[in-house]
């Protein structure tokens, strides 16, 4: 695997809010919080540009909405911010991707002439796929470390209900099945970067 200089790790939604089991149900993959910070850690140190995410909800009572405690990032996220030494953007949004964002992030990744992308985050088949799958389409090489991100069990139609670690599998065999991305391990990009 190589990972280009100017490889632009694009961290989607870690925010607060996504820690309110009561709202969002179980979660799967425990570890997605150590592996997202190792590939923020990873891209600062070598110099390579970070793009941090942040998901501004419209809808009342969502834990991601705007002025309530939730809306902010993690912790382990919000300290690392401005640490790096090679460009960094932060990008709000209301819908679930990314370069539907402000300011523009395909904009951005063009002025600094990138064309490969890491989209790690919350949550695996919601923002993170959709970011995924629209940089696939603009023609980026992307890359999505299946281990950097996590989602929730989920309610569908008829009564169907599927679990958050299936659902996660799911959007790794549409991603790299249907050529929007290669799904990898975080460990395999942290190595790559260095």
Known sequence: MEI????ALVVVDV????????YWGPRNNPAADENIAGLI?????SGRPVVFVRHDSVKAGSPLRVGYPGNDFKPYVEERRGKGGGAELFVTKSVNSAFYGTPDLGAWLGTAGVRQIVVAGIQTNMCVETTARMAGNLGYEVFV??????TFDL??????TVGAE???RATA???H?????????SAELIAAAR
């Open 145 to 150: 470390p299946l281990d950097a991100t996590h």
């Open 173 to 175: 065999v549409s991603l």
């Open 4 to 7: 280009a200089e100017n490889a």
């Open 15 to 22: 925010q607060v809010g996504f820690e309110e089991e009561a």
């Open 41 to 45: 850690d990873a891209w600062q140190s």
């Open 166 to 168: 299936e659902l996660a």
């Open 155 to 160: 309610a569908g139609p008829w009564g169907w």
């Open 177 to 185: 099945g249907g050529g929007f991305a290669e799904v990898v391990r």
